[in-house]
């Protein structure tokens, strides 16, 4: 069966190059093995959800490439979860509860100081109809825990209960449901956790592997427990390692750091985001990769490291160099144009250039060297000057080739005697105003003869 993945983000912000990692792990899975991939917005959030942040996020995954194969968005599912959550309820598998948030608090504390672990004790369980009736009465409104399946007989006598699965990324994994509290599924004011909204599409959706974080790891056998008192078989689940800042710290929507669209306003390609997203953490050396199908032959989730891999920017900046130069005109030429280089030079141009741009905009500065007109021509003095005569008298004739360089310098070494940097740096700074740059050989043909005698003149 092709498998069946989504990526799930809240639409709270611009998605960085940490939620990136899980789009792409997802969407390179399933569309190797002839899969779906699904987008779906965790937009319950009224208060931080904005239509932009989402309108931003599928541009962001279309700008990378991949596009999904369907979108969802939670807010329109309030039907499939009250519906859910009733289904439960009718089990006795959800069950209310009265205490508020400072009351759980200082049982916590209570429980860590006599050095138990700091698990919810199922008071509310103990509640009779007309106890639940009086707190109602009072102005207390309940929210609503999921009973996890960790007792033979008695909720309040919990036993060891373990949740097995085969991680896709870190292997086999356990959890114990007697070591966690029961959670909470609805809140007081009736609104949705993560939890029951996520197992709920997950299932209804018919997705098949979840490939996400690994702090979402304890939260599994919660899910496991959920799907199957729902009736639902569980997904095959697998946890990759998170980006953290050089500091050590996550990674934050909020924050906008790292983000998908800064990267791309910065003039950053995609694949090289998507390259270092999906390869730091990876065995295997971290380089530019030109294409997501090429990405997907480089990507193993058992090769993940279990640890945090920590997000360098000098990385993007060194494998964006890195695909650059080995772009082909005709990923360029769209951009050339809106440069204005000459169309019947612009293939030549981009060839000349391309090893000395950092960033595909880094041509419009070369456009106006081998075009245009020099800001400031440079003054030479000395021999130097009577060096750039002598070579004006000896330029060729056009038509020019690459091999007019050659021919031209070779007359000139004859002429003055002058050779290596001597012969050259003068000739590159007067043509260019730059002490380094494209091979000479391949601008001449393309400054023209006019331009590089107007030039030579006035050093």
């Known amino acids: 069966m092709s498998p069946i993945v989504r990526f799930a983000p809240s639409p709270t912000g611009y998605i960085h190059i940490g939620n990136l990692r899980t789009a792409l792990l997802n969407w390179l899975f399933a569309k190797a093995r002839g899969g779906t991939f699904i987008l779906r917005f965790d ?3 009224t208060v931080r959800s904005r239509a932009e942040y989402a309108d931003a996020i599928l541009e962001d995954l279309a700008w990378i490439g991949t596009l999904p194969d369907a979108v969802h968005r939670q807010s329109q599912r309030l039907a499939s979860y009250d519906a859910a959550m009733e289904s439960l309820k009718a089990k006795g598998l959800l069950y209310p509860c009265y205490e508020t948030a400072e009351e759980l608090d200082r049982q916590r504390k209570r429980l860590m100081a006599r050095g138990l672990p700091p698990v919810y004790g199922r008071a509310a369980l103990k509640l009779g109809d007309a ?3 009086a707190l109602e ?9 999921f009973l996890l399946p960790n007792f033979a007989s008695d909720p309040q006598a919990p036993e060891r209960t373990e949740v097995h699965w085969d991680d896709l990324v870190r292997g086999p994994q356990t959890v114990d449901l007697a070591s966690l509290s029961d959670p909470v ?14 197992v709920v599409d997950d299932a209804e959706m ?6 996400r974080g690994d702090d979402h790891v304890t939260n599994t056998g919660v899910q496991v427990a959920l799907f199957e008192a729902l009736g639902h078989a569980a997904p095959a689940f697998g946890h990759h390692n998170l980006l953290t800042t050089l500091d050590g710290e996550g990674l934050s929507k909020r924050s906008g750091a790292l983000s998908l669209r800064s990267l791309r306003a910065d003039g950053i390609e995609p694949m090289s985001v998507a ?3 999906t390869l730091v953490g990876l065995s295997g050396s971290i380089e530019a990769v030109e294409s997501l199908e090429a990405l997907s032959a480089r990507v193993d989730l058992s090769d993940i490291s279990a640890s945090a891999s920590k997000f360098d920017p000098a990385e993007v900046e060194r494998l964006n160099a890195e695909l650059v130069h080995g772009l082909g005109f005709a990923a360029v030429a769209d951009r050339l144009a809106a440069m204005d280089v000459p169309d019947d030079r612009a293939e030549a141009f981009w060839l000349a250039v391309r090893a000395n741009c950092a960033r595909v905009g880094d041509a419009a500065a070369w456009r106006d060297i081998v075009f245009g007109t020099l800001p400031k021509p440079l003054e030479f003095t000395g021999e130097d000057r009577d060096f750039l005569a002598v070579a004006v008298d000896l330029l060729p004739l056009e038509p020019w080739s690459r091999e007019t360089w050659k021919e031209w310098t070779g007359a000139a070494k004859a002429v003055t005697g002058r050779k ?5 740096m003068p000739l590159r700074l007067a043509l260019t105003g730059r002490e380094h740059g494209p091979e000479l050989a391949e601008l001449l043909p393309l400054i023209g003869r006019e331009r590089v005698q107007s030039r030579l003149q006035a050093a």
């Open 43 to 45: 937009d319950t959030d």
């Open 131 to 133: 106890d639940r009736a």
């Open 137 to 145: 009465a009072s102005g207390v409104t309940p929210h609503w825990r």
């Open 185 to 198: 599924l609805v809140r007081e004011d009736g609104s949705y956790l993560y939890t029951p909204c996520s």
């Open 206 to 211: 018919g997705v098949t592997h979840i490939i």
């Open 275 to 277: 390259s270092l997203a």
């Open 420 to 424: 290596g940097k001597e012969l050259f």
